[in-house]
């Protein structure tokens, strides 16, 4: 009989049923971290776990490649003598990072503002020049990557006008003042601050300022030009290796100013299906754009008369030479073109039907650039074109190539220096394209032209292919179109033996369109080993890895304890077939959205613009809110636009909703966007007071009004004035469920052949039927989502599913959407009860965390040779970001110390943080002047005013006896941090070591029960010194227990109650909890099945504090630790 296991899929939640011969084997639920972490910022304020990994390792890259630069500078500045030590001393540095040296000390204390001053009119020495390129290696400026989409950096932008709000000063008024000066050096010497002088509100600030990086590259130069006068060791050889660049004619870019070029991407191309060897084909390459034209003219037919007819040669060369000429095409375009436009030509196309022509052939056609004389090229001229707009990513040598090579004049020039390819790949290889091309173009279909390819293909190099053509294309034909389920490959494979006496090496190269499929192995069991790790991390997705390596995890429980299914049913959540009209409504919208797309493309084309996806976006939205920022209120002109002053913005954080649907996206200049943060309209505008966000309010309405393209403009208006975001919470699970549906189909087709997918509506109706929903809501019949059960009877429901309900569900939902469905057929008589009794049966399985590091090889080549190097990593976060210095005053505790901006003080005990007395009574009499706190809170506009032109204006000043008033605007707090670590020895840096690893229990000498708290940071620096991670107090006797996040207890049994060798799931149930959290002395245990983490009530929630035998003791409660597989078999820890 069939073996049936039901499995019920979420983000963070398998559910599984085995059913078999009206027997349900087993039930259970296991629950998993989501693929995001929170990170303390409050409630539903979660970030990617890969996003915030991502960023953090891209900071540790990006000090670590400034450190590199600087390290290699100094190598060299000692090599040539334009530092005071030794290239020795450099490299024991480098070594040990142990260095003190009187020398290289003076030599860093010297002033490179006044050294940059003097080296463009007077002589310097060789090592005050060495410090001049050590202070610019520090600082290089804005580069522009010239070809990238929206890098040209307009006039107009923040970049040069500058940012008056934050006080940042922009390149226009530096280039004015570098005028003046000759330099940049000079200029920034000459605002200086003088020694003894003091504080000026009229000062002119040398940082917090936009420069780019030819202003370095100038001042370079001039400095260069003019010392080498004065020292020959400045040769060109020198000059090239410090600031030469590869623009400039020099064989490398200098150290100076070097840029490292982005990391190659191709490792992430698939791999074809029919060459698994080949990397997929580019969708802009020229084979690939014949190969979609003539894969889709061959599928063409019509009813004339009710009578089918296939299209002409003819007929079909002028649907080719429209789709080369046009990048998409609406289908009436097609009948008229073949003289077709008759009502009695019913076609299988419909007339507004877009069809995709070509984009490089079209376009490289186009009179602009080729013109027709594109089609009098060869096969390998239109390549070697081809690939020079795919190499070059730079416009000023792709027009100079262009007019070189191509005989184009300037304009045709600068045109097509502009020009980009489309991005993307195909599902098939070059290879794979060019062999089934040649039998498309004879009118084939593509299950017959892939068939005939692959017959070449076996052919081509033992046998002659030219002598046995014509009997391929007289018999393969046929054998394909006599088995079109696919059963024809073996056929072939017979008829290529007989005929041809080919191997089964050589019929290994047939190509077959769903051989990716038949012929894979169907294992025992789900493999784990690095390979099959790596192929589940090829899907870039943290929420669908996790899924899947909790799935085979499950899966592979299963076939131990119950033996291998024979057929798997997963629930995908999406909407049930809907009605005809449902489907229509659907369509009208998808072609709506086409329409305005292709509407958009044309202002584009005509500004200049790219068409990507992005500009597309940034265009919609820049339209949708009125040309206006929402949150600035500023406008947003065409030259500012496409330009990275100008930021596509999720309305809910990305990173906290992965909501990334049109109606959460919006634009906002960037400075106002790296101010907001992580925060959602309202978090960030609220906190500036009431005032500030009805403000913003009315702004946001005054945008959101333009209704001729986006009726629905409104409803973002409301989205983006909303306080709370629940409901994209719902969202996100429901797209990232679908896609792990999909996913887990493809991987579980490995151990079973028959896997099948269904929708999510289905479960829920045939629930209701079944009387399901009752088992565990005896009060109503709705589904409760607050018991963790709730997804081993969804799987149940898909076990017990067959294709005849879905039918029956389908035919009704299309027309009786309300329908009650009566009558309908149990999947055995007695399947509530025995459902009843199995769900009782459930021990709920939580996934905690195990691996504390992980220790990895990278490998990397240099020069030829190999290089190994040994990563050790948490698994975790070990410490909070901010950095503490200790401090201890005169009869006082020692405390941490931090600097933070003023703003960061929100309530009245805050103010006891602050270090400076004089400052903490200065805000107190600010305070008072508004008439004291408000509830406890600082009041508004304590700290800092908005002007009219919406600058802040510090409002707390210390007083300055000779010169003006010194604004506040950051100040040192003090804190209390237990158990900080230090985070480099000799420095006096402390760390909050942020979380909890363990509790230790144990029993002293005297047998008394005591605590032992041990941090994350402590747990791996044990594994790291290869310690035990739970080690017994020096006062200690004996470990009791330990206790971790997810950790799985009995309460409320004594030992003699449990019978270890036949444990009773009935008896246990009740019994059995996990540790939700726990702080010292202080441990919080939930019911294994409840999924609501705030109720502190009743059965569902046990509290332990002490370790007596009151009512929250230790003793009255006896934790019995046990350890829950992942389908719910419970075992002795």
């Not at 191309?269 to 029919?274: M, N, S, T, W």
């Not at 017959?455 to 088995?483: G, H, M, T």
Request: glycine residues 6%; proline residues 3%; contains cysteine.
């Amino acid at each position: 009989m069939s073996k049936i296991l039901g499995l019920d899929l979420g983000t963070n939640s398998i559910g599984w049923a085995l059913v078999q011969n009206n027997i349900i084997l087993g039930m259970g639920s296991r629950i998993f971290p989501e693929g995001v972490v929170n990170l303390g910022e409050g409630e539903g304020r979660e970030v990617s776990k890969n996003a915030s990994r991502t960023e953090a390792r891209g900071v540790r890259r990006q000090i670590f490649r400034r450190r590199l630069r600087k390290r290699y500078l100094l190598k060299e500045l000692a090599k040539h003598k334009l530092c005071p030590i030794s290239p020795d001393l450099i490299k024991y540095w480098n070594g040990t990072e142990i260095f003190k040296n009187e020398e290289l000390q003076d030599w860093f204390k010297l002033n490179p503002y006044e050294l940059r001053a003097k080296a463009i009119h007077q002589e310097i020495s060789l090592v005050e020049i060495g410090r001049i390129f050590y202070h610019i290696i520090q600082r290089r400026g804005f580069l522009s990557n010239s070809r990238s989409a929206g890098a040209d950096v307009k006039e107009t932008s923040t970049l040069f006008t500058g940012d008056a709000k934050i006080g940042k000063i922009g390149i226009s008024t530096t280039l004015e003042s570098i005028e003046k000066n000759k330099t940049l050096g000079s200029y920034l010497n000459s605002i200086q601050p003088k020694e003894n002088e003091p504080y000026s509100e009229c000062l002119e600030r040398i940082r917090n300022r936009y420069t780019t990086r030819q202003m370095y590259i100038d001042e370079f130069e001039l400095i260069w030009e003019f010392q080498k006068i004065y020292h020959t060791e400045l040769t060109e050889k020198l000059k090239s290796l410090f600031g030469g660049r590869k623009k400039d004619g020099y064989k490398d870019d200098g150290v100076l100013f070097h840029q490292r070029p982005l990391r190659s991407q191709k490792h992430l191309v698939g791999y074809c299906a029919f060459e698994p060897k080949k990397t997929k084909c580019k969708i802009s390459a020229i084979p690939f754009e014949l190969f979609r034209i003539y894969q889709w003219v061959n599928t063409l037919s019509y009813d004339f008369n009710g009578e089918k007819q296939e299209i002409t040669s003819e007929e079909k060369e002028k649907i080719i030479q429209l789709l080369l000429s046009k990048e998409k095409v609406a289908f009436k375009a097609i009948r008229k073109v073949i003289g077709k436009s008759e009502s009695n030509y019913q076609f299988n196309y419909k007339d507004k039907d877009t069809i995709v022509g070509t984009h490089t052939i079209s376009q490289l056609s186009n009179k602009k650039f080729f013109g027709k004389q594109w089609f009098s090229f060869s096969d390998k001229e239109q390549e070697n074109i081809w690939h020079v707009l795919s190499f070059f990513d730079d416009r000023d040598k792709l027009k100079e190539y262009a007019l070189k090579n191509w005989n184009f004049d300037d304009k045709k020039a600068t045109e097509i220096s502009k020009f980009n390819l489309k991005d993307g790949y195909s599902n098939l290889s070059r290879k794979a394209i060019n062999t089934i091309l040649p039998f498309l173009k004879q009118g084939f279909m593509y299950d017959v032209a892939v068939g005939l390819a692959g017959v070449k293909n076996v052919l081509s190099k033992e046998n002659n292919w030219a002598e046995n053509e014509q009997f391929v294309l007289d018999n393969v034909p046929e054998i394909v179109r006599s088995n079109i389920k696919g059963g024809y490959i073996e056929l072939l494979k017979n008829m290529l033996k007989n005929e041809f006496n080919c191997t089964d090496k050589q019929l290994e190269k047939l190509y077959h369109h769903s051989s990716s499929i038949e012929t894979e192995i169907i294992l025992d069991k789900l493999p784990v080993n690095i390979n099959a790790d790596r192929e589940i991390q090829k899907i870039k997705n943290p929420v669908v890895i996790t899924a899947l390596f909790e799935i085979r995890k499950l899966v592979n429980e299963i076939i131990t304890t119950y033996g291998k299914p024979t057929e798997i049913k997963v629930e995908l959540a999406r909407d049930l077939k809907a009605s005809k009209t449902n489907r229509q409504e659907t369509r009208r919208r998808q072609q709506i959205l086409e329409r305005e797309n292709d509407r958009v493309k044309v202002e584009l084309e005509g500004l200049d613009q790219r068409t990507n996806h992005t500009n597309i976006l940034k265009y919609k939205l820049w339209e949708e809110c009125n040309k206006t920022c929402p949150f600035t209120g500023k406008v947003i002109t065409l030259s500012k636009l496409f330009t990275g002053e100008i930021q596509i913005e999720h309305i809910f954080p990305w990173s906290r909703s992965l909501n990334d649907s049109f109606n959460n996206k919006t634009l906002c200049f960037a400075d106002e966007n790296r101010a907001k943060g992580n925060k959602t309209p309202y978090e960030f505008y609220s906190s500036q007071g009431l005032e500030k966000w009805e403000a913003i309010k009315l702004q946001a309405l005054s945008c959101f009004k333009t209704k001729a393209h986006y009726p629905n403009c409104y409803n973002k208006f409301k989205h983006f004035v909303k306080q709370k975001h629940e409901e994209d919470f719902i969202s996100r699970q429901l797209n990232d469920t679908r896609y792990i549906s999909k996913e887990a189909k493809n991987y579980l087709s490995k151990i079973c052949a028959n896997v099948m997918v269904a929708p999510g509506q289905m479960t829920a109706v045939l629930r209701h039927n079944w009387g399901l929903n009752t088992v565990l809501n005896k009060e109503q019949d709705a589904k409760t989502r607050a018991d963790h059960r709730h997804h081993a009877i969804d799987a149940l429901v898909m076990a017990c599913a067959k294709r005849s309900h879905l039918q029956e569900l389908s035919k009704r939902n299309r027309y009786h959407k309300n329908h009650e469905l009566k009558d309908f057929p149990m999947p055995w008589q007695s399947f509530r009860m025995d459902a009843e009794t199995a769900v009782e049966q459930i021990l709920v399985s939580h996934k905690k965390q195990k691996n504390l590091i992980t220790i990895r090889t990278h490998k990397t080549k240099k020069n030829g040779v190999e290089h190994k190097n040994l990563g050790v990593s948490a698994r975790g976060q070990l410490h909070k970001e901010s950095v503490y210095g200790k401090r201890k005053a005169p009869d006082s505790n020692e405390v941490f110390h931090i600097r933070k901006p003023l703003e960061s003080l929100t309530t009245e005990k805050h103010l006891d943080k602050i270090v400076d007395v004089t400052v903490r009574l200065l805000i107190l009499k600010r305070v008072k002047e508004l008439g004291g706190f408000v509830k406890g809170k600082i009041p508004a506009d304590t700290f800092f005013k908005i002007d009219e032109n919406g600058i802040k204006q510090a409002q707390i000043f210390l007083p300055n006896r000779n010169g003006s008033k010194v604004p506040i605007k950051k100040i040192r707090i003090k804190e209390n941090i237990g158990g900080a670590e230090k985070l480099k020895e000799d420095i006096n840096q402390y760390v909050n070591p942020r979380n909890n690893h363990h509790v230790l229990i144990y029993k002293d000498e005297d047998d008394n029960l005591k605590e032992d708290v041990v941090t994350f940071w402590t747990a791996v620096e044990r594994k790291r010194q290869k310690q035990d991670v739970f080690q017994l107090p020096e006062d200690g006797k004996e470990i009791v227990t330990t206790l971790q996040i997810n950790d799985m207890f009995l309460l409320g049994l004594q030992n003699e109650q449990v019978d270890w060798d036949n444990v009773d799931a009935n008896l246990l149930k009740d019994h059995l909890y996990r540790v939700q959290k726990f702080t010292s002395g202080d441990y919080y245990f939930r019911k294994d099945k409840e999924s609501n983490l705030d109720g502190k009530l009743g059965i569902a929630f046990h509290y332990i504090k002490g370790f007596g035998t009151g009512k929250t003791g230790w003793k009255t409660f006896n934790p019995i630790k046990v350890s829950v597989n992942s389908i719910g078999i419970l075992k002795k820890y």
